[in-house]
Antibody, heavy 120, light 107 residues
């Protein structure tokens, strides 16, 4: 069973960068069966897809965030990472990492989520 | 971008009753729809993909139907652990999008 765990700072100032890492265990990050993705959820609100990365480094981003987002992968560490240049407190959210099943592009495995607060 | 509209926003149901949740897509997304359940403080859990295929370990009381623009998630007999928020998600086109959610609460 795949397990994913987010890690990173919980407090960021506006105009700084949200940096999170997701560590994958219980399976190979080099698997061709999965994309590795990030989703966020502002407090009390719905889910927003941020982007995905494949084991070979190919990325897919939400156009609404693309200008501020970079997702990268380090297969030697079984980790993938999110960098989001924060603009306002509106970037405050729980950030989830997830494994997307490759053929259906659905989120089959999730991390527990990491709350990132953007505040001065 | 594909828009998903879920209704109702809140559904009040008694334990043991049937719950029917709707997700409407614009434009059409064929069968490329998934449903998730989210409880407070937890990550979402995949219930259904391909509009009607239950994910591993999901009880048979959860069923999905529909295609094109109209989709339904039915919970045949609500158990206490089913009171939660439910989201639909389309994967027919990029970007991936989610509906706004339906909260199923105890009546």
């Amino acid at each position: 069973q795949l397990r994913l765990q987010e890690s990173g700072p919980g407090l960021v100032k506006p105009s700084e960068t949200v940096s999170l890492t997701c560590t994958v265990s219980g399976g190979s990050i080099r698997s061709t069966s999965y994309y590795w993705g990030w989703i966020r959820q502002p407090p009390g609100k719905g889910l927003e897809w941020i982007g995905n990365i494949y084991y070979n480094g190919n990325t897919y981003y939400n156009p609404s965030l693309e200008s501020r987002v970079t997702i990268s992968i380090d297969t030697s560490r079984s980790q993938f990472s999110l960098k989001l240049r924060s603009e306002t407190v509106a970037d405050t959210a729980v950030y989830f990492c997830a494994a997307l099943q490759g053929t259906t592009v659905t989120f089959h495995h999730w991390g527990q989520g990491a709350l990132v607060t953007v505040s001065s | 971008e594909t828009l998903l509209t879920q209704s109702p926003v809140t559904l009040s149901v008694s334990p043991g009753d049937r719950a029917t949740l709707s997700c409407r897509a614009r434009p059409s997304i064929s069968h490329n729809l998934a449903w998730y359940q989210q409880k407070p403080g937890q990550a979402p859990r995949l219930l259904i993909f391909g509009a009607s295929t239950r994910a591993t370990g999901i009880p048979a009381r959860f069923s999905g139907s529909g295609s094109g623009t109209e989709f339904t998630l039915t919970i045949s007999s609500l158990q206490s652990e089913d009171f939660a928020i439910y989201y639909c998600q389309q994967y027919n086109t990029w970007p991936l999008t989610f509906g706004g959610g339906t909260k199923v609460e105890i009546k």
